[in-house]
Each structure stands twice: as structure tokens, then as C-alpha cells.
């Protein structure tokens, strides 16, 4: 389900553009928008949907986008906070972000039928912790409290894993063995801020470990990559996503911090403050990894109607990846 964008590192400049004095463009950044794991959440929940019909619940948002719900939840779809909101024997679908054992546990025990939509990249992270506390290591987790996927992926080792939200509260981790302590990270943070992390971390715990593989997902990296290259040549750079999405905040910061003048989170074109572009001559665009298209195409449109009509891409990546839909419904995907 997620296109493949031609490799083209930089920007891409249609015929005869470029930065003028005085005009008006915009860049938009490749790759943006949906990544594997929010395609294949969505596709898990609308093929449940065709496959069982209405109503289907799904524990907390299935991603974290405010159109995507709103939509869904026209179609028949239930949100709930926890299982014990589901009728007996209903069919819940967990979101892209994870549960830990103890909702798997709860849910069993009321019966309800589950799919599973947990994107993979974070079901591995998942399984990091259970290795390292077989292994009896003290897991320091670097994220944001409260998040879904941070109490997913603790609730797989409580007992061995401390949360570190960002840099600032390091001195007041501890741990049991100096010696036995590793570091694994929410797959949708900032990169720049994460590093900054380990490496205070690793001030006080020189033998810190690293993962065995790159906790932060690729969709996260590359979106903000691209972010980083447009940013310096940008006098305003709107994200496209919902406040409650991690990744989404993160392009914001990442945008300021590589060098744009300004930088706005929307949800959608109508929230665009025109004020915002006052004496500006480019606008970066972007968009969280749960942000369907259509509503990056209403931002370039409005952008258009004011006279932001030169459109040029900036590209660093080539997203190509693709996960399986959960085994449930594998057959309603090669039916569809």
C-alpha cells in the first residue's frame, strides 16, 4: 500500500523556478504522510469493518490522526479506552501503537475477539524488552510519558524498565548494575533529541548498550530528513497532523531547530492562519506519518489560492515497504 517515491535527494525545481526575489513557493517534502504501520492500521480496520460489518471497537485511536477517527467512526467504528468499555464478545482491534500483556489479558477475559494492528516496527521493540529482561538488564526507555506505545512496550517488563522523558530527566534515573543496562526508544521520536538523550545517559552510565537494531522507525527518520533539507530555504513550514500525534510535534521542532523561520501544526487547510503568511515567500509542507493525502492536498490548494501556485518537491528518501495485514483478514486483502 505505501507508493514508492523516485529517489532524488534535494529539490526538485519545476521548469524555468526557482527563488526568485519575491515569489511565491512552496516545497513539499517526500516522504510525508502515511508510513507501513499506519497503512496497514487502517486497512485492518476498514477491512474488519467489511468483512464483520458495524459496529468493531478499536482500544484508544487506531493512529494518532483526528480525520482518520472521525471518519472511521461515521463508518461504525467504536473508540474506546479500555476493554472493559467493549460488550462481551464484540471484536476489538488494538491501534498501531501497541497494548501490553495486561490488555491482552483483560480482553481475554471478556471474551472479545481481537485483532491485533500493532505496527511491527513497534512489536519489535516489544521484544526487545522481553530479551533484555529475561536477561535480567535494568531497560531504560526513552519517550514520552503517557503515550500509548510507551505504556505498551513498559507493560511488557515493568519490572525492568525506567522511563526517560528526554534530556532532562537522566540524573534522575537509577539503576541496579551499571554494568547491565541498555537503552530502547518510542519508534517516533525526534532523532537529534533521542541521541541527545543516550548521550547524557551514557555520561552516567558508561556501559550503556545500544539496541540491536535502530528503535526510532524509518518513516519517523525519513520525514524529519526531509524536513531537515527544505527547512533552511523556508520562511514557514506547516506540518500536517494532530496534536496528539508524536511525530507530527516533532516535525514542528525539527523544522525550527533546522533553520525555518516559523513552523505550524494543523490539522487541516481551514486551520491555516493566513496571517501566517504575511511577507513570506516559501512555505515548506509536510505531514505526520498517520496523515492521509487528501488533507495535505487541501493545504496546497489554499496555499494556491493565495498565490503559492509553484509547487516543488523535495526529496530524500525511497519508501517502498509494505507490512501484512494481521492473519485475520490476509485473505480479505488479496479478495479486495
Known sequence: MTSAVPLNVGIARTAGSGPRTGAKRVL???????????????????????????????????????????????????????????????????????????????AAERNLRTIDATCPLVTKVHQ????????????????????????????????????VDGPDSVDDVTVRDESKVIWLSQTTLSVDETMQTVARLRERFPSLQDPPSDDICYATQNRQVAVKAMAPE???????????????VRLVEVALGAGAKASYLVDYAREVDLAWLEGVHTVGITSG????????????????????????????????????????????????
Not at 78 to 89: A, L, Q, R, W
Not at 297 to 324: C, I, K, M, P
Open 28 to 106: 513539499l517534502a517526500e516522504p510525508r504522510g502515511y508510513c507501513a504501520g499506519v497503512d496497514r492500521a487502517v486497512e485492518t480496520v476498514e477491512k474488519a469493518l467489511d468483512k464483520h460489518g458495524a459496529p468493531i471497537y478499536v482500544r484508544k485511536e487506531i493512529v494518532h490522526n483526528r480525520h482518520v477517527v472521525e471518519t472511521l467512526t461515521e463508518q461504525g467504528v467504536v473508540f474506546v479506552d479500555e476493554t472493559d468499555e467493549v460488550p462481551e464478545g464484540a471484536l476489538l482491534v488494538f491501534s498501531a501503537h501497541g497494548v501490553s500483556p495486561a490488555v491482552h489479558t483483560a
Open 289 to 336: 506519518a498517520s496523515v492521509p493525502e487528501i488533507l495535505v492536498r487541501g493545504v496546497v490548494d489554499l496555499l494556491a489560492e493565495h498565490g503559492f501556485a509553484d509547487v516543488q518537491s523535495v526529496t530524500t528518501a525511497n519508501e517502498t515497504l509494505v507490512f501484512a495485514l494481521p492473519r485475520e483478514l490476509r485473505a480479505a486483502r488479496r479478495s479486495g
Open 128 to 163: 526487545e524488552a522481553k530479551r533484555f529482561a529475561r536477561d535480567d538488564y535494568d531497560i531504560l526507555l526513552i519517550g514520552h510519558e503517557g503515550h500509548e506505545e510507551v505504556e505498551g512496550t513498559a507493560g511488557e517488563a515493568p519490572d525492568h524498565v525506567q522511563l
Open 234 to 248: 523556508c520562511d514557514l513550514v506547516i506540518v500536517v497532523g494532530s496534536r496528539n500525534s508524536s511525530n507530527s
